[in-house]
């Protein structure tokens, strides 16, 4: 659309040109230069976006699974769109360097082998690809209690945006 409008506009500067019409002459310039600007800023904001964009294909047994870097560690996880929180295995917080001694696993939680409690704490990063988030909510699982780290919806939220189509997931954080 935009690139529309920069032809239009160098069109009605080609036409003042060849009628000489001075005032026509400088508007057609501003425009053409206004518009060439939003062009320039809309092509650098799409770029800026695709580079804090992450595409995720999905596995042989249906989930989309990535390998994050949580406080610097890097760690298996999978997408759990249905997961209220961003979900560690105990043995995950263990080798991360979490402080597991101080964890207080004081909130119920159900997951896919049973009901369970963890224990809330704060992650300082996680990043999947060039998509980073800082400060983010996380609940730890007792030692044996889950199977798998789950990426919910306590980093998922934050995003700009996550879409899934076909067998393609695509998160995408904000510039």
């Not at 920069?6 to 230069?33: F, H, N, W």
């Not at 092509?43 to 699974?65: H, T």
């Not at 769109?81 to 402080?99: M, N, Q």
Request: charged share 20%; proline share 3%.
């Amino acid at each position: 659309m935009k690139l529309l409008i920069a032809i239009v506009c160098l069109l009605l500067a080609a036409g003042a040109l060849i009628y000489g019409d001075a005032e026509r002459i400088a508007y057609a310039q501003k425009t053409v230069a206004a518009t060439a600007t939003e062009v320039t800023s809309a092509v650098r904001a799409r770029a800026a976006s695709s580079l804090r964009a992450v595409d995720i294909p999905r596995k042989n047994g249906g989930e989309f699974a990535v390998h994050a870097k949580i406080n610097n560690f890097r760690a298996p996880m999978v997408v759990d769109t249905g997961a209220t929180s961003v979900v560690l295995t105990y043995e995950t917080a263990k080798a991360i360097g979490l402080p597991l001694e101080f964890l207080e696993y004081n909130v119920d939680l159900e997951t896919a082998s049973g009901r369970t409690r963890a224990a809330r704490l704060t992650l300082d990063r996680i990043a999947v690809g060039t998509v980073v988030e800082r400060s983010v909510p996380a609940l730890v699982v007792p030692r044996g209690q889950a199977k798998s780290n789950l990426l919910g919806l306590s980093f998922l939220d934050r995003l700009e945006s996550w879409e899934v189509r076909a067998d393609r997931m695509t998160i995408r954080g904000y510039p």
